[in-house]
């Protein structure tokens, strides 16, 4: 069974920092794409990030474009979600998500993840 623990959330002033991270398991038999959603109070599950397995294929969401960075250890068993330059438009619920994929580089679409993590809460405050 595929299991993720978020961690990392917390209170944060605008303009700081925060690193989430994402522990995975159980993931076996094929490359496992990780992936980062959030989802604010009244608001959709929104896509952040994602990382293929091999680690080489990035894609950040443009709301977060140029502030947070996903990266992860070899074959993502850990993954992170390094956020700069916070806003109190980033505070939301962050969710790691895990999906199978045709292969090492490969990046899933936002839709197609299959696990998820219990959530961790960023609050970034003015």
């Known amino acids: 069974q595929v299991q993720l623990v978020e961690s990392g959330g917390g209170l944060v002033q605008a303009g700081g920092s925060l690193r989430l991270s994402c522990a995975a398991s159980g993931r076996t038999g ?3 794409a990780m992936g980062w959603f959030r989802q604010a109070p009244g608001k959709e599950r929104e896509f952040v990030a994602a990382i293929s397995w091999s680690g080489s294929n990035t894609v950040c969401a443009d709301s977060v474009k140029g502030r947070f960075t996903i990266s992860g250890d070899n074959a993502q068993n850990t993954v992170y979600l390094q956020m700069s330059s916070l806003k109190p438009e980033d505070t939301a619920v962050y969710y790691c ?25 960023v609050t970034v405050s003015s």
């Not at 895990?98 to 961790?120: C, K």
């Open 30 to 32: 094929t490359y496992y």
């Open 97 to 121: 998500a895990a999906v199978p994929t045709q292969g090492s580089f490969s990046l899933p679409r936002p839709y197609e993840y299959d696990y998820w993590g219990q959530g961790t809460q």
